[in-house]
């Protein structure tokens, strides 16, 4: 809460750094930062939206990655059907993003703590067995986008540059969105029912109402994170809805500190820069990583963003 | 017809009876205190009446209105209140956000999600007067969890008071509290008399016989015997089940 302030700030200066560097990029004449970078925004969609339900809601979802297959498969199965606009790729990837949410999080919030971890890996799980079975989306091979989304009839995001704008758009308007959300009098509900659900019950809310619905919204927005994900790697399979890739998405949030929502946008950022510097320093990254992810948590609870904040 | 009427109220923990077909007026405007011993039975009575817990038979009716089967957040709605009696508060928000998220949820729908909801001085300023009533409005910007044990009892009461409750179930509101502390909150109960109906729990015999309009006694998940404190105070019964241990001689 201190660093409401200043978080206004930070923000203006990591998106700012997100919008020069494709000039950088063309400065370094090195066109593959561009890529890199969009894929640190796609993920940076779907750690924030992790954190809305997570840090706020203190809903541990170990089954995000579940939303980022649906947005990724809905841009698959639309496009193989002649439909290429992006707009109605995310409309769809939307729609059956918020009806996965509803039901398996109905189910989900009748448990708490590990429980509700263990459901919704679960239900991720099932979304990806069943494309693994999809055998006419290639099954557990996946399938080769012959093209990338549409805009306004153009195929303008066949650019990586073009691409890269249209995801850091989107990143800062559903970053300026949940941050409205976690301010607005939903987001009170949302975090009381976090800090103490028997209060909130007695003076005369249901949680539950609210718990889900935040489910959902947080479900939509990683959906659209894997509809940019899947346009950047021009490629689907059931591998974005692994369970490894649901666990990157609770490492991001939990690295960038949880509950400051651009804590997860530096975090996805990081974890990822890290992911790609220490692969080449050796092929026992994780390792390294692992270590990284270890220091930060002893050493300061908030993530990263409690670095900059200095000692309590 | 009384603002409250319990029938035939029943709770069992497997073999016992916590609340064992238990009857209770409550008259609209009046203080009515229910006293007893260490596992009468007094908490899980408010739990029950409140809709926290469960209960196996009986009816609740409140204003005319049978409550059995409402959860606790529908019986808030329908002017139910009640405070802990282990402090329950949101420890990260203020004092301040504490009271008005009590405001809110009887003050149009939460499911706003663009304005920013400190900024409404509808909620803040009632939820000030609430906090000025208990005594705790210098404290409306500290988190709640930094208040020291007294003044959270003082913000419990605060909290339930923002609801605007037609009838406010106090589970046990001096629990730990300093004497300046207690003094404090008895006389907001005082200045509550009349214009909201109370169902008080208290171990400190002195506020509940210098407060109560009508007292039960409660043993064993029954109530024993009902009256103004006058007549409790004479009641042979009552003084045998449980006045007498304190008194002895």
Known sequence: ?312 | MSLLEVRNLRKSYGALKVTDDLDLSVEEGELHAIIGPNGAGKSTLIAQLSGQSGSDGGSVRFDGTEMMGRAMHRRVRAGMSRSFQITSILPGFTALENVASAVQARSGSSFRFFSPVAEESALNDQALAALDRVGIADRAFFNAGSLSHGEKRQLELAIALATRPRLLLLDEPLAGTSGAEADRLVEVMRGLKGAVTLVLIEHDMDAVFALADRISVLVYGRIIATGTPDQIRDDPQVRAAYLGEEEGT
Not at chain 1, 59 to 88: C, E, K, Q
Not at chain 1, 184 to 191: A, E, H, I, K, N
């Open chain 1, 1 to 312: 809460m201190r660093l409401i302030p200043n978080r206004a700030w930070a923000a203006t200066i990591l998106f700012t750094a997100f919008a020069v560097l494709p000039f950088l990029a063309v400065a370094l004449d090195d066109s593959y930062l561009v890529v890199i970078a969009s894929r640190i925004l796609c993920y940076a969609i779907a750690a924030l939206a992790l954190d809305l339900i997570l840090g706020y809601g203190g809903m541990v979802s170990f089954g995000h990655a579940a939303y980022l297959g649906i947005g990724a498969y809905a841009v698959a199965i639309l496009s193989r059907a002649g439909i290429t606009d992006l707009g109605l790729h995310m409309l769809a990837a939307i729609a059956a993003a918020a009806v996965f949410a509803l039901v398996t999080g109905a189910i989900s919030l009748r448990t708490r703590g590990i429980y509700f971890i263990m459901i919704t890996l679960a239900f991720a799980q099932m979304a990806y067995f069943f494309f693994v079975s999809l055998s006419a989306y290639g099954g557990d091979d996946g399938v080769t986008l012959n093209a990338r989304s549409t805009l306004f009839g153009q195929t303008i995001l066949e650019d990586d540059t073009a691409l890269y704008y249209t995801v850091l758009v989107l990143l800062i308007g559903l970053y300026l969105l949940a941050v409205a959300i976690t301010r607005s009098r939903f987001g009170r509900v949302l975090t009381g029912a976090r800090e103490n659900p028997v209060r909130m019950q007695a003076i005369g809310f249901s949680p539950f109402r609210y718990q889900l619905t935040a489910f959902i919204i947080s479900g939509c927005m990683t959906a659209i994170a894997g509809v940019m994900l899947a346009n950047q790697t021009s490629y689907v399979s059931p591998a974005f809805m692994n369970w490894h890739r649901s666990g990157e998405l609770v490492v991001m949030v939990v690295f960038g500190g949880i509950g400051n929502l651009l804590g997860a946008v530096a975090g996805a950022t990081i974890a990822l820069l890290l992911e790609e510097w220490l692969a080449v320093l050796t092929e026992h990254w994780p390792l390294l990583f692992g270590l990284i992810l270890v220091l930060v948590v002893l050493y300061s609870r908030d993530g990263l963003s409690g670095l900059f904040r200095g000692r309590r």
